[in-house]
């Protein structure tokens, strides 16, 4: 059984602070997602790295896949209110196992303003 | 192009009792995918259908089961509900061999 173990739990900081959110496993995943996750709603996929390595950037996020495909980061420089959610990793293993994602527990972000 | 939707939103049922929970997918998607999330925790895998057929199952016993229909939607089912399956109930949309699925706003079973 894939696991993957997300950490912090949880994640309260002021407006403007950095942070990094991990995520770590001992199997290797083909492909890890990040999604963030509003009250009520279902998650909302921010990206996907497929490549040991890879580092992806979106707007203030930095997303980056470790080298053997075991972990993954999340680093959001200067944090705003908006950024405030629950954040979830989530691996595929090989094969054809698309779809059938292994969630980490999740970090809850809350940034004051 | 329409998202994906499920029905109900909510849900109060009593241990014993069977549910039916229902997903409609994206334009152009032929495979769904159904998690449970607990409170405070990422969700859980439960199975994948595709061609209406079933591919791919989690930890779940047999008491939950799924339909897949000609259109692509589908349906959940639990039997024999337990106060352990209060849960979000997430389905999640995608073609086939794709990374990229589209997650319902899900279904909030309570189970009492």
């Known amino acids: 059984t894939q696991l993957l173990e997300q950490s912090p739990q949880f994640l309260s900081i002021q407006e403007g602070e950095n942070l990094t959110v991990y995520c770590n496993s001992s199997?290797?995943?083909?492909?890890l997602q990040w999604y963030r996750q509003e009250p009520g709603e279902g998650p909302v996929l921010l990206v996907t790295?497929?490549?040991?390595?890879e580092v992806k950037k979106l707007k203030r996020l930095t997303f980056q896949f470790g080298d053997a495909r075991k972990d993954s980061s999340l680093h959001i420089t200067a944090a705003q209110p908006g950024d405030t959610g629950l954040y979830l990793c989530?691996?595929?293993?090989?094969?054809?196992?698309?779809?059938?994602?292994?969630f980490g527990q999740g970090t809850i972000l809350t940034v004051h303003p | 192009e329409t998202g994906v939707t499920q029905s109900p939103t909510h849900l109060i049922k009593t241990r014993g009792q069977q549910v039916t929970l229902r997903c409609s997918s994206q334009?152009?998607?032929?495979?769904v995918s159904w998690y449970q999330q607990a409170l405070g925790q990422g969700p859980q895998f439960i199975f994948q259908?595709?061609?209406?057929?079933?591919?791919g199952r989690g930890n779940f016993p047999p008491r939950f089961s799924g339909l897949q229909f000609p259109n692509y939607s589908s349906e959940l089912n639990v039997n024999a509900l337990e106060l352990d399956d209060s849960a979000l109930y997430l389905c999640?949309?995608?073609?086939?061999?794709?990374?990229?699925?589209?997650f319902g706003p899900g279904t909030r079973l309570t189970v009492l």
């Open positions: 999640a949309s995608s073609q086939r061999r794709a990374d990229t699925q589209y």
């Open positions: 199997s290797v995943f083909s492909s």
């Open positions: 790295v497929v490549t040991g390595g």
């Open positions: 989530a691996g595929r293993a090989g094969g054809t196992s698309y779809g059938k994602l292994t």
């Open positions: 334009s152009g998607h032929n495979t």
């Open positions: 259908y595709y061609r209406e057929e079933e591919n």
